[in-house]
């Protein structure tokens, strides 16, 4: 079976250009998460998804960021402009659906952002 | 906001020796969970506890959640160069409910010298 895979897995942008990176969860997971780990740190939450709805983007800086999982399978993340202190490692996970039990999180490999 | 600090940042030790990781908050979690990074890959999940307690080992690694499901630690016996990578700890809401948004640590970057 496949894991989450994204896409591109390093990119490298000039300072207020434009940048999308895309996701494609594991099939029949209806959870999809977005992570920003900036270098030596832990992972924090972006956005997360049940289905096509996002159900919590409070810590997505809505001026720049923005996300959308059409259908409830692939996502895409999109910053707009880019700003040096975006550059960072962005992680998709995804999760089976509210009521299977256990928590658990699959990570893509991530997508490597540098902003110059 | 929950807030969980993990200690010590980085450890780098010889082959052979035995290490522990800590992970501490002032928040009750419901569920503790660990990773594993490795460089240029996505976390990977380790185990979950979630009965404060609660021990649980994996070959040479041994879990423990806090009485309060406050804290929890990762042993490691007779680290191995395998063992080198980024250990996250991260609390999360209900497991019974599944899909609640995860709080990680800033992780304990760990080296195992041959």
């Known amino acids: 079976e496949a894991g989450v895979v994204q896409s591109p897995r390093y990119k490298i942008i000039e300072k207020k250009q434009p940048v999308a990176f895309w996701c494609n969860p594991i099939s029949g997971h209806n959870t999809l998460y977005w992570y920003r780990q900036n270098l030596g740190q832990g992972p924090e939450l972006l956005i997360r998804?049940?289905?096509?709805?996002?159900?919590?983007d409070s810590q997505l800086p809505k001026d720049r960021f923005s996300a959308e999982r059409l259908k409830g399978v692939d996502s895409t993340l999109k910053i707009q402009p880019a700003e040096l202190g975006d550059s960072a490692v962005y992680l998709c996970?995804?999760?089976?659906?509210?009521?299977?039990?256990?928590?658990?999180?699959?990570f893509g490999a991530g997508s490597r952002l540098t902003v110059l | 906001t929950q807030l969980l600090e993990q200690s010590p940042q980085f450890l780098s030790i010889q082959e052979g020796e035995n290490l522990t990781v800590y992970c501490n908050s002032s928040?009750?979690?419901?569920?503790l969970q660990w990773y594993r990074q490795e460089p240029g890959e996505g976390p990977v999940l380790l185990v979950t506890v979630v009965t404060g307690g609660e021990v649980k080992k994996l070959k040479r690694l041994t879990f423990q959640f806090g009485d309060a499901r406050k804290d929890s630690s990762l042993h490691i016996t007779a680290a191995q160069p395998g063992d080198t990578g980024l250990y996250l700890c991260a609390g999360g809401g209900d497991i019974i409910q599944g899909a609640q948004k995860l709080v990680f640590g800033q992780g304990t970057r760990l080296t195992i010298n041959p």
């Open positions: 928040s009750v979690f419901s569920s």
């Open positions: 998804y049940e289905n096509e709805e996002a159900v919590d």
């Open positions: 996970a995804s999760s089976p659906r509210v009521g299977t039990g256990a928590n658990v999180l699959t």
